[in-house]
């Protein structure tokens, strides 16, 4: 099982603050990812990534940006923040297996709310 | 296409009830894998189950089961003696095997569980 941990936990901000999101594990897995999941529960993955310097737009378009710069940190950016992007940004973790018996752990997860 | 349906949006159950949750999926792989995930309240998923298409034997974890059928295109999961503390969002998934989304999961909306006292 994966330790994920996210910060910050909440986090309530006026329009057009920057924010980041953080999000680390520490169980050097490979692949992580990003989900939203607005308060009618549907989970959308938005941002995820293979390894270190690897970033791909997930199935739902997100104005958020992320990095990978180290195996365990994948932060999540939104330069910008507006009433739309509250939501719980979920982050994810998963060790690559040859044949898809990997997992996904997931972190507790930041609920913003954009004022 | 790949899809997972949870056609059920909420169930409410009094406590000791038992309780099935139903999650159909659709996918032209032979080879695929099925999660259930549970979201309390506080808001993480908590990974409950992973189950390989091969593997068709029916599963039990305490008061936990899942019945997997092939032929059905089912992977349904069941609550014995449900507790409060069961009450929570149930989702299902299933892993995407090819393509550049090879590896993420496709959720279902999944199914809010309230078990009352």
């Known amino acids: 099982e994966a330790d994920i941990y996210q910060t910050p936990r909440y986090l309530v901000i006026g329009t057009g603050k920057k924010i980041t999101l953080e999000c680390s594990q520490t169980?050097?897995?490979?692949?992580m990812y990003w989900y939203q999941q607005d308060p009618g529960m549907e989970l959308h993955l938005i941002h995820y990534s293979y390894g270190v310097n690897s970033t791909e737009k997930g199935d739902l378009s997100s104005e958020s940006t992320v990095s990978r710069i180290r195996t365990e940190h994948f932060p999540l950016t939104l330069e910008s923040a507006r009433p739309s992007h509250t939501s719980q940004y979920l982050c994810a973790s998963s060790e690559w297996r040859t044949g898809g018996r990997e997992t996904q752990y997931f972190g507790p997860g930041t609920r913003l709310l954009v004022l | 296409a790949q899809k997972v349906t949870q056609a059920q949006t909420e169930i409410s159950v009094v406590e000791k009830e038992d309780v099935t949750l139903d999650c159909v999926y659709e996918?032209?792989?032979?080879?695929?894998?099925l999660f259930w995930y549970k979201q309390p309240p506080s808001g993480e998923l908590v990974f409950l189950i992973r189950?390989?298409?091969?593997?068709?034997q029916n599963e039990i974890s305490g008061r936990y089961s899942w019945n997997f059928q092939k032929s059905t295109s089912s992977f349904n999961f069941t609550i014995t003696a449900s507790q409060v503390v069961d009450s929570a969002v149930y989702f299902c998934?299933?892993?995407?095997?090819?393509?550049?989304?090879?590896?993420?999961?496709?959720f279902g909306k999944g199914t809010k569980l309230s078990v009352k006292p």
């Open positions: 998934a299933l892993r995407q095997n090819y393509g550049g989304s090879q590896g993420n999961l496709i």
């Open positions: 189950r390989n298409s091969f593997d068709e």
């Open positions: 169980m050097g897995h490979d692949k």
């Open positions: 996918t032209r792989d032979t080879t695929y894998y």
